[in-house]
Each structure stands twice: as structure tokens, then as C-alpha cells.
């Protein structure tokens, strides 16, 4: 990706469900800019605070030191002079600023990485991802691998009832799917049989809470 010419940056989007390796892509990526001593710089939203709170981490334990920030605003404003590659890990968690925030880095001359959720867990398009796509020049979408049968997966299955807390860790709560085994009605499924189950069992409330 080393053809564009001159002081130009660019935009690349790593998308794709959970489980798809965005993270760990985006760490290969980042890592290679700097064994090359470019100067990388990292960002992530305050709301992943999984594994670490001043790193970037895959769900194999990769890690890379980032800046946790509240807004999209806070990382033009923290991104350096000098700097030449900037990454950005869970761009979901963003607003729309982010496609304005990384549209300006990218005129700069700066490489912007982005890695992020391209659907919810209904499987609809969650922004911003859908506007950097648009504006990225280049894209790359990870598949993860369906866990009932094994197709490529692009949906992240929410494993766990509607309205509950997402405190617990991705693992517990998602699991990747294909498109013909993803159900966006299953939390809801989920959430009524646990309510049947518990009227049932209405006076032993002794029972332990299934999952969390
Ligand atoms: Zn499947």
C-alpha cells in the first residue's frame, strides 16, 4: 500500500464481526509502520475497557500501548506534529465525527487505520462504519468462522438476553455467525423462555442466575 506518491495520506478500514480479527490485523498492521520507524500513534474509545486501559488488545492477548478518548475531537487534538500513522480501534463507539475527524488526519498526509464493527448485534450497519467505507481507500472486511456450521461468519450473534448489561466480556456475551445461523431475535428468544423458566420455578429463588 506503499504507491500513493508524495505527502498524500489515505484512509484504510478493517471491518468485520466479532471474532474476525480486526483488532490483531490492525495491530499487524501498526507494528509493521513502526518496526519501519514511522511514528504510530494509537487511539481508542473510553468505553472498551477490556484487557487493558492503555492498550489496544485482540482476543489473542496482542497488545499495543493507545490512547483511550472520550470523543473523535480528542484525537485530532492529542495527534502529533510528526505523527505519520494513526490507528483507531473500536470505531463504533464514535459518532459521525469520526468520518470528519479522520477525513482531516488523512488530508494532513497521515495513514489512518480504522478497525471496527461493520453491524450490531441485529445485524444492522453501525455507523459510523458504514460513512468511513464509503470514504476509506481501502477496505478490508474479516470474516470470523460461523460457530454452528462453520461457514464464513459476519454477524456477531448476541448469546445472552435483551436488556441485560453488556458488563460481561465479548467472549461470554457473542458469538460469530453466518448469515443463515444468526438469529437477531434470539436475545428476545432467550429473555422469554428464562422468564418462563423462572415463573415456574417461582419459589425457589435459590436457583443461580444462568449467566450473570
Ligand atoms: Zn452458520
Redesign the pocket.
Known sequence: MNFIQGKAGWIEVVCGSMFSGKTEELIRRLRRAQIAKLKVQVFKPTIDSRYSADHIASHSAQKLLAKAVRSAQEIVDAVEKDTQVVGIDEAQFFNQDLVDVCQKLANRGIRVIVAGLDQDYRGVPFEPIPQLLAIAEYITKNNAI?V????P?SRSQRIIPEGDRVVVGAQEAYEA??R??FDPQLPEKIKQKTEKRASKSAPASRQPEARL
Open positions: 460461523c454452528v456450521c462453520g461457514n461468519a455467525r453466518c443463515l445461523c
